[in-house]
């Protein structure tokens, strides 16, 4: 079971045991605390949807490249021995 469904649960059964309190004190309490099982439960879920989510590429990017400007199509030692561009060019 996910955690956010297991926070739910203990939300759920906060609100039952606050029912059959006889206090109001006692039945805030328990209520308060099925509150806070509820927000850890929408954030766990909130947390787990954005780690599970891959981060899209920006639009339109390509992996740069290097080519050989030799004509033998080695790297040279020198600056002036490629050209860095990309598939397109």
């Keep these: 079971m996910k955690k956010f469904a297991e926070y739910r649960q203990h939300a759920a059964e906060c609100r039952a045991l606050a029912k059959k309190m006889p206090a109001e004190d006692q039945r ?8 806070n099982w509820d927000r850890l439960a929408l954030e766990r ?4 949807k ?3 989510e891959p981060s899209p590429s920006p639009v339109g ?4 490249r290097f080519y ?5 199509g080695t ?6 021995s490629y050209t860095r561009r ?4």
Excluded: V, Y
């Design 28 to 35: 805030r309490h328990l209520l308060d605390m099925a509150e």
């Design 45 to 48: 879920e909130r947390s787990m």
């Design 50 to 52: 954005l780690t599970a």
């Design 61 to 64: 990017t390509e992996p740069t």
């Design 68 to 72: 050989s400007d030799r004509a033998d």
């Design 75 to 80: 790297f040279g030692g020198g600056a002036d």
């Design 86 to 89: 990309t598939p397109h060019d």
